[in-house]
Structure formats: C-alpha cells, structure tokens
C-alpha cells in the first residue's frame, strides 16, 4: 500500500512513547470490550422463547425462571472475573490463567477455543446486526451477505486506524443502545402498568411447533437456557484487555465489569419481563414473513410501529450488534499476540503496526469471519447454535486455573476468593456441557472439531518453534569458516548494470564466471562482441535454451557444479533493474525473485540482487 493512501486510511503512525496515551478510560473501554456482551441483550430473550416455542404454547410459562436463572450465573462469572483482573493484571484471560496453573494442554484448548469463538462473535454479531437492520428495511435482505461483508470491512478498517480511535467512534452509538434499551423498557413498564394490563399468555405461531414436542420437557428447559446463555458472551473479553485501561488498570478493569453486569442484566430482564405483555410474539416465517426480531416488536408494541422510537431502537440495536464485533477485534489480536510470543503462533502475530495495534491479527480475523459467513449465507439461525460452546469452554478452564491459582498462593482470604471461583467453575462446566448436550446435532460438534484441529495447531507450530530454536542454539557452537565460493553472475547482455553485478563478484575474493542463457542464437554474436570489448578478465559461458526457458537451464547449470564440489560455496549474482514509477513496473521482467524462489531449498547456494536504479 503506498505510504500516501496509507496515511489517509490508517492514520499517521503513533511512536511507541505516546502508548500510555492510547490507554482506554471507564468510559471508552466498555464500548471497545464490553460491546459484545451489550449487544447479546438484543437477542438473548429470543433465543429463549424460540425454542420454547417449539415444545408447546404453555412452556412459554417458565421463560421468566430460565431469565433469572442466568442472571445469577452471569453475576456468578462476573464477580469470579473480577478476581481475576486484579490477580493477572497484564491480560491474556483465560489462556494465562490456565497455562500458568493447569499446564500446556488445557491452555491450549482454552486459546482455541477463544481463538474460535472471537471468530463467531464477529460473524454472529454482524450477522445478528443485519438482521435488526432488515427487521427495519426488510427490502434489504437480497443483499444479507454484501451488507455482511461490508460492515466486517468497516470494523476491521475503524480497528486498524488504531485502539484509542476505535473506542470514540464506537462510544456514542453502544452507550445510544444502552439509552434506548432503558427509554423502551421504562415506557414499556409504564405502558403496561397504567393501564393495569393483564400479564398475557404469549401467543405464537401454532404452526412453529416442531419435533421437540415430542422430547422430555426437562430437555427442552436445557435447551432454552443454553440457548439464553448466549447473553454471557464477551464477559472475557474484560480480562483479556486489562492492559489496554488507563492506570489502576486492573481497577478500572473490574469497574468496567460491575458496570457491564449492570446494564446488561437490567436490559435482559426488562426485555424478558416485556415480552409476557405482547399479544402475539411471531417467530417463524409463516407469521413472520417479513422476519422481525424480538426486539423490533418490542418496540413496534411500545412505540408504534411507525414510530420514531421504533425506527431508533432499530437502528440503535442494528448499530450495536454490528459493534460487538469490536470486542473480537480488540481481543483476538491481543490474544494472538501473546500466543505467538509463547510460539504457538506465528511470530508476525506478535507485531504491533504503526498504529499501535495488533494489525496482523485484525486482518487474519476480518477475513475468517468474511469466509465465515459467506460460507453460512449472513444467516444468523445457521450461525448462533456454533455460539457461546467455546467461551464457556474457556470460563471453566479460567475459573478452574483460578482456583488452583488461590490454592497457590493461600493469601488473605483465600478461602473465600477459592470458593468464589470455584462456584463459577462449577457453574460455568455444568452450562458447557448442557450446551454442547443440547445443541450437539444443531452445529456444536463442528465447534468441538475446530477447537480440537486449533488445538493441534497451535502445539504443532510449538514444536516447530522449539525444534529451530534447537537446531539454532549457541550451546556447543563452533564458528565454522565459509568454504571456498565461486560467484555466478547472470548477464542477460552487456550494460552497466551487469559490470555493476561483476565487480560485486570480484570483492568477494571468488571465483567469478559468467552466464548468459541463449533463447535466440542471433543474439550470441553481438554477445560475444560486446564481452571482448568490455570485459576481458571473467569468462563468459554461453548456454543454450532448447525449450526458452531462462531458469531451467540455470539451475541445470548451478546443480552440476554442486554435483562437482558439494562443499563450495556458489554465490548467485543477479543484476535486478529497480525503477521509480510504479507505471513502469509492468515493462520490468522480475527473473531475480524468480530465481531467488527456485534456489532458496539448495544448500550451499546464495542469492545476490545487485540492483541499479533506473529514472
């Protein structure tokens, strides 16, 4: 990308002494990180109600009893995260905690798993804020998967401009959300109180009653309150970017959990209280044709349908769901980094860009999730029974290090800080197994797959890492002297550029020859004549090309005095025209690379670029 267009894209480049300037205050860090885990209020309750819905009319009954059931366990994690911002304030969540106290393996599983899942998040997020988006315009679904795509490459785009910029862009709309969610639920509690209406049995689509009728009532509480459970995802994200806050970072870092609790719960119960004063809640496409989310109704119902509160709240939650993607983008990076500084990455991933920012791992991100759903057509029913599997994977493995952790260290009040994380361990491994039990047929064995092939990624590329930095150590090194070289220099006809590379040859106190390629035999002559003029200490060999072929007869040529001398050492010399407008790199035939790619497996053999510049 030329330095110019750059600029006025990313931004100018940030030096490393303004970091602490790009650190994340109360304020801006819940919208950078917490986003995601807001936005799962959006679409949490439905997730309940539709498979309810499913089993019978009546079961809509215990969906309060479900919603309660996972606020408590959403404070349970939230307090057991908390101690874990102040006990490993540098970041890295779940992966640090479980490496630091349950070994390797499981800090493995639990990086993949979060790898996985921030690449979910993106997608489902988008995916979910597209719809809220159609809900509105619903003239717009032909084009679901471009408008996904196109809102993946903004995101990724804002993130890339860096950390700080991300946070003031994203704040006014998360924060609108939050305002709206409470202006609706405030509106909808007066609405349904003065006029003292009745608590409704809420009516579906009769025709939305499947083959789950037929199942056990207790296995479709499980399936409900693990399809609610996607209202925890993000709660992580947190503990992964402590160091992303302003000083006390791991202060802050839980003052942004409390706050997150908050919000979150009250927006979910309100939404859940809401839902039991509709008349009808419409789910499927035989009463739904038009597809509106839970939400979107809500709002219909409190505002009017052709409201300006209605067209807010959509536009307020298509607005934020599409943000929540951020929380992957800020996290997956940070995340990647510390994996590949530990090597099970690769090392690029490790690099902050001129931005500050982990820009690597925000681009590798953005074209997963692309793929991801290009692959599941932008539909968000195909893509959520793949959510919240491995997040809650990771939890258990957190909150089971933790412990361990406090076991440790046995310090003031350790009993205490054991029991609490040892609650959520508890808590958080039950839902992971109801979860990957109830949605196993519906996606959640593709989850488990890909969390065991990350897995054995990651320690594939270890030990890769480790067996270079063996074959590399210094221990028992000897300084072993360069054999004896000769040096190669390829000319293609006799100009500067070629007595440039000849001379190089020269002050490496090599044996120096020359070679030329014939392609066409009229041409030799005038080589030889320009040779005997213009130089007249190197030998020129002259060696055909039956087939046209400039780099087959080369390497024919370079393999053959291998074959002579396996210990010498053959110095390539390739004079390489370098120009200054790109509009004249198409007149310019790139043989250099070429060649630099075909010999880069010999042993013994070395590439040289002499380069000349051309105005």
Wanted: glycine share 6%; net charge positive.
């Amino acid at each position: 990308m030329p330095q110019r267009v750059r600029r006025v894209l990313l931004g100018a480049p940030i030096p490393t002494a303004r970091e602490h300037h790009e650190r994340l205050s109360l304020f801006l860090g819940l919208p950078v990180f917490a986003s995601d885990a807001l936005s799962s209020a959006a679409y949490a309750t439905e997730a309940i109600v539709s498979i309810l819905v499913l089993f019978s009319l009546q079961a809509l009954s215990v969906q309060p009893a479900i919603t309660l059931a996972i606020c408590a366990l959403y404070l349970i994690v939230v307090v057991s995260y908390q101690q874990t911002v102040h006990a490993y304030p540098a970041g890295g969540g779940s992966y640090i905690v479980a490496a630091d106290n349950l070994g390797e393996k499981p800090a493995v599983i639990a990086a993949s798993a979060l790898l996985i899942d921030y690449v979910l998040t993106v997608a489902v997020s988008i995916a979910a804020g597209v719809a809220a988006l159609v809900s509105a315009f619903p003239g717009l679904h032909p084009a679901l998967i471009e408008l996904n795509i196109g809102f993946i490459i903004l995101i990724m785009w804002a993130n890339l401009r860096g950390l700080r910029e991300s946070g003031m862009m994203f704040a006014f709309p998360s924060y609108g959300f939050v305002l709206g969610m409470f202006l609706m639920i405030v509106f909808g509690l007066f609405k349904v109180h003065a006029a003292a209406l009745p608590s409704q049995r809420v009516v579906a689509d009769p025709g939305a009653i499947g083959s789950e009728a037929m199942l056990p009532f207790f296995f479709i509480l499980l399936r409900a309150f693990s399809a609610g459970c996607v209202a925890l995802t993000g709660v992580e994200a947190i503990s992964n970017g402590v160091p992303a806050f302003k000083p006390p970072e791991s202060k802050n870092a839980a003052k942004s959990l409390r706050w997150l609790a908050a919000m979150m719960i009250c927006m979910f119960l309100g939404t859940g209280y809401l839902i039991r004063f509709l008349p009808q809640v419409s789910l499927y496409a035989t009463a739904n044709p038009a597809y509106r989310t839970v939400v979107s109704q809500l709002a219909a119902y409190v505002f009017g349908p052709n409201s300006f509160g209605f067209f807010a709240i959509q536009l307020a939650t298509a607005t934020i769901l599409i943000l929540a993607a951020n929380t992957a983008f800020a996290d997956f990076p940070r995340l990647a980094s510390i994996l590949a500084r530990d090597g099970y990455l690769p090392r690029p991933l490790a690099r902050q860009g001129d931005r500050l920012v982990y820009q690597n791992g925000i681009i590798v991100l953005g074209v997963l999730a692309i793929a991801l759903v290009s692959y599941f057509k932008g539909e968000l029913d195909l893509l959520l029974p793949l959510y919240a599997v491995g997040v809650f994977t990771a939890f258990t493995l957190s909150q089971s290090g933790m412990v361990r952790h406090w076991f440790k260290e046995k310090g003031r009040g350790w009993t205490t800080r054991i029991a609490v994380n040892g609650t959520g361990a508890l808590c958080t491994g039950v839902v992971a197994i109801v979860i990957l039990t109830t949605k196993f047929t519906e996606g959640a064995w593709i989850v488990l797959v890909l969390v065991s092939l990350a897995s054995f990624g990651l320690l594939a590329i270890r030990r890769r890492y480790h067996s270079i930095t063996e074959q590399l150590s210094m221990n028992g090194a000897v300084r072993e002297p360069v054999a004896d070289q000769r040096a190669i220099v390829l000319v293609p006809r006799v100009h500067k550029g070629v007595m440039k590379a000849i001379e190089y040859g020269k002050s490496l106190h090599a044996e120096v020859r020359c070679l030329h390629v014939s392609i066409d035999r009229r041409s030799v002559p005038a080589i030889k004549r320009d040779w005997d003029m213009y130089v007249d200490d190197v030998p020129l060999v002259i060696v055909e090309s039956p087939y046209r072929s400039l780099l087959d007869p080369v390497l024919e040529y370079i393999d053959e005095m291998l074959e002579q001398d396996p210990d010498k050492t053959v110095t390539v010399i390739v004079p390489e025209a370098v120009v200054t407008k790109w509009y004249h790199l198409p007149l310019k035939e790139n043989v250099a690379q070429q060649l630099k790619n075909a010999l880069g497996k010999r042993r013994n053999v070395v590439v040289a670029n002499v380069r000349y510049f051309l105005n």
